[in-house]
């Protein structure tokens, strides 16, 4: 049926993300608009059949050639996606380029499993994404931390930073070190205002243990923290500091659980640093830890927390069955 202007409206599915003319009327859906991320950087594919369609010829109809070109098209807090595409591939080059671009609200999508995954990789020492966009999701994408895999040294020194509120990362894999001249340092950052702050079923990994990595996840004064269900696995550069650490200023009713952690640095024994001098509150509770000895691996509990340990399981590397760690503090 044809609308008042003449014009036979096509309905295929990417369409419904921006509403469906129903020949005078338009449905507008209840969520954001849908962009799609697959190239090389610089080109923009035309795939839509129905050129007419002034929806199509805007944007729906193309593949947008990296995370920041689709970003220059979103608009905050309307529940805009970016589908990035299998075998995507960008690097991070900077600490600008793609943390300016972000836009609050957005939820980055990654497709396929494993290495399929679209790849992200830091470039350079200073390569950095800082979320500073509020209730940014990045979900199932793989971020090489360390560098493009090869021979050439680099130490990416901060990669990752949260400085809004309720982000979140999830299902993302995230190479941290290579070999004793490939690795990040800082790996991700957190500050004060990344309330709500969510890291959940990641996996970490850095297999060489001569890649010493400086620290891993630090939140800093972040309330209402949610670190769930992720593997971290390889040397940190100290035997004390831990995957997971509250670092400087309290973090208030944080939960961190379900993860396996692995600090695979001889003699290591800490594996989730909770900083014994803050006032920190929250549960740890169901963690997996193995650290190379120590009876220690949430490192000194004081009386200044109120965070419950409830059935966490450790292996110090002596213990053949480990230990149970689930003690309140006061």
Known sequence: ???????????????????????????????????????????????????????MSQFTGKLLPSVEAALALCTANRGDRIIVHPRHTQNIANGTTF????????????????????????????????????????????????????????????????TAANVCFSG??????????????????????????????????????????????????????????????????????????IFTTACRNVTISGNRVTHTLANSTVGIDLTASLANSGIVALNRIKVGTGTAPFGAISATMNVMLEDNYVFNGTNTRGLIVGTAAA
């Open 1 to 55: 049926m044809l609308n008042t202007n003449g014009y036979m409206p096509s309905v295929p599915i990417e369409v419904a993300s921006v509403g469906v003319d129903l020949g005078g009327n338009i449905v507008v859906p209840p969520g954001g608009r849908v962009f799609f991320v697959r190239g090389n950087g610089t080109t923009v594919t035309q795939y839509a059949d129905d050129q007419t369609d002034p929806y």
């Open 99 to 162: 943390s300016n671009a972000l836009v609050a609200g957005v939820k980055i999508i990654g497709l396929g499993v494993g290495t399929e995954r679209p790849t992200f990789t830091f470039s350079a020492g200073a390569s950095k994404i800082t979320i500073n966009a509020a209730s940014v999701g990045i979900y199932n994408c793989r971020f090489l931390c360390a560098g493009p895999p090869g021979t050439t040294a680099i130490t990416v020194a901060a990669p990752f930073a949260a």
């Open 172 to 245: 993302n894999y995230f190479q941290a070190g290579i070999d004793v001249d490939q690795f990040c340092q800082a790996f991700l950052t957190t500050t004060a205002a990344a309330t709500g702050f969510n890291f959940s079923n990641n996996e970490v990994e850095s297999l060489d243990p001569a890649a010493l990595i400086v620290s891993g996840v630090t939140l800093t004064g972040v309330d209402g923290a949610k670190i769930i269900n992720n593997v971290f696995y390889g040397s940190l550069s100290a035997t004390t500091m831990g995957w997971v650490r």
